[in-house]
DNA sequence: ACAAATTTAGACAGTCTTGTCTAATTCGTC
DNA sequence: GACGAATTAGACAAGACTGTCTAAATTTGT
């Protein structure tokens, strides 16, 4: 495993404050010595494994964008489809939730490396999703007023019933992420899918 | 303050590794050795300040829920002030604040304490949640089929925009809180809202 | 095969922290 | 005011960790 791998796993595992270079060092295979020529001192390795992550998930989450289904056959499934790849592939795999826990618990103490996630991550990552789904409403798939709005509120659908598991630092099972995805995109459709003419849903209303 | 504030203050920016007991007992204006007396050892310590979280975060939950619009006369305007309530009072306060920061950097460290926080927290207010929306379903307000996705969905889109904020231990501002409530609230209730004329509703108000 | 660069193990000083101990001081209550 | 309980300041031992240093061993490139 290399340094910055077996780094990112202690910090993860024990905190900055927690976090024992020799333990790294182990974990990493090399000795101390080595550590400290590759990486000046404990903050410079700290950064270099936020970097890291923030640049490895945000090459998954591009990766995972170009799966959206920008032409759907069946809106919901293809929907749910991209919901579970999303979370399977960039927020709940060990890099994700490794740079979820770094920033909850060392955000603040690094406010101008943190400040570059939100830029590089949520603030590219959001608008990309965003043009997606302003490209779908475009084409007559959905009804969306805000697309910023629809990107974000699309992802806390999708996760709201990950939220526990994820505060707690653990991995959801693939079924929980299914589930979950299935259970927001179908919230989602209620919400902005354009299926349903108004003179439908008062009928099905009236009949329910 | 009090030692358990001081304590919650310093394991909340510190870290539990990070925290410094002598910092603690600066912080609560009393001497180490009190701090000893009270409360064995750090970890006693730790443990103590995130039962007394739970609890103030549980009492001030379920004093928000004595507020939910059970007959609401402006569903949309009391479910938005509702969630306002919701992320003013118990998650975007001091105690709220801490406690999420504590269970995300602590969790995996102590399960049998957060388990115990999952069903005393998360177990008891989702399921509470819940039976307001089914309630406010039975009258005919809502057009849900499974309350306790509801509930989930609700308090997710209600935060939806806030994500952000929450990652990096920061506080909304006011008009943060206010426009994802309203947002969240407006696409809640294209979801699950029913389009009633004015008639029966006037109707329904006048029979209860 | 050889030379340069890298890596390694281990020792080391300096600093910090926890938890204990003691003796003096303050507080609460009668 | 007096007496017991609680609190305080400070010293202290034991242990842990960071970052440096050195000399030997290993790898790399040619």
Same mark, same amino acid.
């Given at each position: 495993m290399s340094i910055i791998d077996a780094a990112a796993s202690v910090f993860c595992r024990e905190g900055f404050a927690g976090a024992n270079i020799d333990l790294i060092a182990a974990e990493a295979g090399v000795s101390r010595q080595t550590i400290y020529n590759h990486h000046r001192d404990k903050e410079k390795l700290f950064t270099a494994v936020v970097r890291d992550l923030t640049e490895r998930c945000n090459a998954g989450i591009f990766a995972t964008f170009a799966s959206f289904p920008d032409q759907p056959r069946d809106l919901e499934g293809d929907l749910i489809g991209f919901a579970v790849r999303m979370n399977q592939n960039c927020i709940c795999n060990r890099d994700g939730r490794f740079l979820r826990k770094l920033i909850q618990t060392e955000g603040e103490r690094y406010p101008e490396l943190f400040g570059e996630w939100r830029d590089q991550g949520p603030g590219r990552t959001w608008p990309a999703l965003a043009a997606r789904f302003a490209r779908l409403a475009h084409a007559g798939h959905l009804a969306v007023d805000d697309p910023d709005v629809a990107a974000r509120q699309f992802l806390a659908l999708a996760n709201a019933e990950l939220q526990t598991t994820f505060m707690l630092g653990g991995m959801p099972s693939e079924d929980e992420v299914l589930q979950s995805a299935t259970h927001g995109v179908r919230t989602f459709l209620r919400a902005f899918?354009? !299926? !349903?003419s108004a003179a439908a849903v008062e009928k099905q209303l009236a009949s329910a």
């Open positions: 899918g354009k !299926r !349903r």
